[in-house]
């Protein structure tokens, strides 16, 4: 009866190993398809953001947006070196191509990558778009708004376009933090030029009414030698997309006048440090006298003045959808150009030369 009782509790503990033994394969199973559940949905998750960065190169074909958060390495093995380097008042730096014809594009590098891009031209990949396609049409693309907001972290950030806003440069958000300005011409009705740009640079340049919750970044602060820099960029910016402009409306290209360019600039200094905003200093002195001043000789001249606006290509669209500065810009008569820029005050002196 012993032996059969010893028999009796051996089979037992036997059974019970095996049956612990089989809870255990099962829960250890039960573990990996948990752990395979949580992978496929990571992965799922992960499937889900992807279109999001895809977004550009998937929905949008032209060149113009392929470019953001691209490297200046991938932009000069594309596109070679810049004709120039151009630092603006925002912290970044213009990398500009151009014909001074055709095309015209600058670039924003901003810590080695592209953060905006502004481009005009008869030959400028954008598409969807085109330059010269009726405001309607590229309405139907970019669903314009007199309000948008850019959310970053806790901080909200509201656009108001007034009517101006509207007909002249209006704005859309295409991902979350990236956003187009399209500058139309008003008087053709057609698109002029584009300016992709972050949600972050959009707050430097504050082109529109701002309202906001949380706090307003700071915008950077320059030194004399650095504005000197900018205001020569924003120089040669003036006169390139000046010929590119030129050029889309049928009218030969202008020849650069270095002393021209000293008297323009004379006077958009003159306008920033008394204060002013005028074709006349305020001793009365009017373009004549100060290119006489000068010993200027010429046939005819012309002025534009603008003040204010954020950089040079916005100064030119702003004298594009002007009537007197229109005529200015396109005259048929017209053989060499001066430009003169301090801080934002802008300067175009065009003459007549044999």
């Known amino acids: 009866m012993r032996l059969l009782r010893r028999l009796l509790l051996v089979l037992l503990l036997i059974g019970a190993l095996f049956y612990v033994a089989d809870k255990y394969v099962v829960d250890s199973n039960s573990l990996h398809k948990i752990s395979q559940v949580i992978k496929e949905k990571k992965n799922v998750i992960q499937t889900k953001t992807a279109p999001e960065k895809q977004l550009l190169s998937d929905r949008y074909g032209g060149d113009l947006f392929q470019w953001i958060d691209k490297t200046t390495k991938e932009l000069e093995g594309k596109l070679g070196t810049p004709i120039r380097k151009d630092l603006s008042s925002y912290g970044y730096t213009w990398w500009v191509y151009t014909d001074q014809k055709e095309q015209y594009i600058q670039f924003g590098i901003l810590n080695d990558k592209i953060q905006t891009v502004f481009g005009t031209g008869s030959k400028l990949s954008i598409d969807p778009l085109v330059i010269g396609q009726s405001y309607e049409e590229v309405n139907e693309v970019f669903p314009f708004s007199e309000e948008i907001t850019y959310k970053k972290g806790i901080s ?111 006077h958009s200094k003159d306008m920033s440090v008394n204060n002013y905003f005028s074709h006349y200093a305020q001793n009365g002195d009017g373009l004549k006298e100060r290119l006489a001043a000068k010993e200027v000789f010429y046939f005819s001249a012309g002025e534009n003045i603008a003040a204010q606006y954020p950089d040079a290509a916005a100064a030119m669209e702003g004298w594009l959808n002007s009537k007197g500065h229109r005529e200015a ?26």
């Open 329 to 354: 810009l396109l005259n048929d008569g017209y053989t060499h150009l001066g430009v003169g820029v301090y801080r934002l005050y802008y300067t175009q002196n065009f003459l007549a030369k044999p």
């Open 156 to 266: 909200s950030y509201t656009f108001r376009l007034n009517n101006d806003d509207m007909k002249k440069r209006p704005l859309a958000k295409i991902t979350n933090d990236l956003f187009i300005q399209c500058y139309f011409d008003t008087f053709t009705d057609k698109l002029s030029s584009v300016r992709i740009l972050s949600g972050d640079l959009l707050l430097q340049h504050r082109p529109y009414e701002l309202q906001y919750r949380g706090e307003l970044p700071e915008q950077p602060s320059l030194s004399d030698d650095e504005w000197l820099q900018v205001e020569h960029g924003m120089e040669q910016q003036i006169f390139d997309i000046t010929n590119v402009m030129r050029h889309s409306n049928q009218k030969s290209s202008l020849k650069w006048e270095e002393k021209v360019s000293e008297v323009a600039f004379l």
